[in-house]
DNA sequence: CTGAAAGCGCTTACAG
DNA sequence: CTGAAAGCGCTTACAG
């Protein structure tokens, strides 16, 4: 490390402004601005002319003065809980070049799970004057209305778009990948390939673990299983002792399959098949949900579900250009994704 | 899904700004304006007056008008070559916290790893009047000038601050973890619990994977090998197909530990491990890099080294501050972190 | 403690 | 095709 002390020579120069690119290039003010914005008719010779001036000062317009008589700044606000769960850093990946091809800039926020921050991030967001705000996750629409009321007086301002969770609210979007269809999938194929005592497992209360657990419980019921056979168990603590949970749970009544309700909790219960030293998929079946990269990082390919993020986003920023040049947008709207089969599950016959 | 198809009211009510408050309250936008910002002398008769005004109002001012008075929007740019990857994730996570504590709002690049658009990004970001601009990788600072030339130019105009890469310019402030002295610590404990012929696994050649690269040179060299015998292993295509990869060299030249560059590559190798039949840690040591989820996901918990994020991202924010503020600050530090042993590799005796 | 006024740097009818 | 001028909504010396 050489210098480990060195004091800035602040850059004092005065920016360059539009009147100074005017004087230079001997034309008014609002030629510059429409040369700069291609509006509006100009000559060849004076748009060479501003141009030129532009270049040789390295002119780059004030951004608040242009926000100021604009009056939007082509900002996006995302909300998410945790930037770090690899299904919302995805969201926020596709979201952010989506937004970017199509001119606008991604401002992040993350609540933190209990979205104790939501209300002060919100209007954080807002006092940015974004033009809009994507939320990912189905915690937002979860729980009481408590939770999600700033939501609804954030749309009272701007469009908001919900991935993946549900709000009937005014000037509210949502896009949603099937979920319950998704499990309901992921079920039939592990009951089809014989196994008799599945077991749900479950983690943080949201909205989308509610539609995975009805998914497995309307396909358990179609196979004739009743209500007391049908289990969902909710992860306690933390992934790191699920082991022990999954343990105590076998030790009473075994199980042959664990339908996840993400990748994450799909290598914990596979950690848990190796400890016990059961085989996979022979003895039990497991299934993740989301199809990240997780699944496919541990010693058997995890069979997991695809939610289709790319598309997910993707519908977003249709949803958001169609609400900013104010048409109209189906305030709901409902995908599916597919089973991606991997090695933690059988062949179906 | 109820109503598919919903036009949107367009709430067309002009939004209230200061001179509304100020005709309330009966005081000029003067005084206003200082009540907003708690700056000057307002009786308090008259700041609850304003007050109450602007509750009635639900009054919060324009932050272009205010950015361009202000000259500044308290908005920090992050930059990042993919906020999928665990480690970029991680930081942007605390970053964002950090930045929303000290009343910055954080805005997000991801230019891709080809670093393609690094020159669109930012200018994208300092078009937005960013206050200041914060790397996440060593791959900015990496390769030819070419590279981060775009980023000497913006640090024209505001603080740049890299984390993990290191670059001597003006205006440009550094935060590095030693790599190379954390891959020495994981080298030394592979060495000195038995393992004589250990591999490096390497990713992409980033100025991060150098350092790291030389800490296992200097550390191998140290106890005695000759450099043919220090094995370097560039990764080839991805973490999917490293296990024929790796099956082939062992089947040349057997290793007994591999130290990976970072804890997803060591998941691949334990997977290798597992599928070849041998046993961890007793014939195969292997080691990660982070401290990542990751590295307690799989059957064991992987040995990795922790790079103490938290503190990265808080060391880059009192950077950030400390410049804001013009006072000095060192222009490159480095910190240390720590082995977090686990059961990938054996007990010191 | 308060107000009148200048200034921040653009965009955009409007008139030519 | 071009320019003069109003307007966007704040902040902040300056004067009282």
């Not at 004087?23 to 004076?46: L, Q």
């Not at 919302?88 to 799970?113: F, N, R, V």
């Not at 497995?216 to 949970?245: A, N, W």
């Not at 995890?302 to 169609?322: E, F, G, V």
Request: glycine residues 8%.
């Amino acid at each position: 490390m050489p210098d480990v002390l060195t004091e800035q020579s602040p850059d004092d120069s005065r920016k360059v402004n539009i009147y100074d690119i005017s004087r230079e290039s001997g034309v008014s003010i609002a030629t510059v601005s429409r040369v700069m914005n291609n509006s509006g008719y100009v000559s060849d010779k004076t748009r060479k002319k501003v141009l030129d001036a532009i270049e040789r000062n390295g002119y780059s317009p004030n951004a608040f003065a242009r926000g100021m008589s604009r009056s939007t700044m082509s900002i996006v606000g995302i909300l998410c809980s945790d930037s770090r769960d690899p299904y919302q850093a995805e969201c926020i990946y596709w979201l952010q070049k989506d937004l970017a091809a199509a001119g606008y800039t991604a401002m992040l926020c993350c609540t933190g799970e209990d979205l104790k921050t939501l209300e002060g991030d919100v209007s954080l967001l807002l006092s940015r004057s974004v033009d809009a705000l994507i939320c990912i996750g189905s915690g937002f629409a979860g729980g009481s209305e408590k939770n999600w009321e700033a939501l609804v007086r954030a749309a009272d301002k701007v469009p908001v778009i919900l991935l993946n969770g549900e709000l009937e609210q005014k000037n509210i979007y949502c896009i949603v990948c099937d979920d319950e269809k998704g499990m309901e999938e992921l079920t039939t194929l592990v009951l089809e390939t014989g196994s008799k005592s599945p077991l749900f497992l479950t983690g943080a209360p949201s909205p989308s673990s509610q539609d995975k657990i009805r998914g497995f419980q309307k396909c358990m019921k179609e196979h004739g299983y009743s209500s007391e056979k049908i289990r969902v168990i909710p992860l306690e603590t933390t992934l790191d002792t699920m082991g022990d949970q999954l343990k105590r749970i076998y030790e009473k009544h075994p199980f042959d399959a664990i339908l996840c309700c993400d990748d994450q909790t799909a290598l914990g219960a596979l950690k848990f098949t190796e400890q016990a030293g059961l085989k996979v998929p022979e003895q039990i079946q497991i299934t993740g949900y989301n199809g990240s990269l997780l699944s496919r990082l541990s010693s058997l390919q995890i069979t997991t579900y695809d939610n289709r993020l790319p598309y997910l986003c993707s519908q977003a920023l249709l949803a958001l250009q169609a609400v900013m040049k104010r048409q109209s947008f189906p305030r709901q709207s409902l995908y599916t994704g597919q089973v991606i089969p991997g090695q933690t599950t059988r062949q179906a016959s």
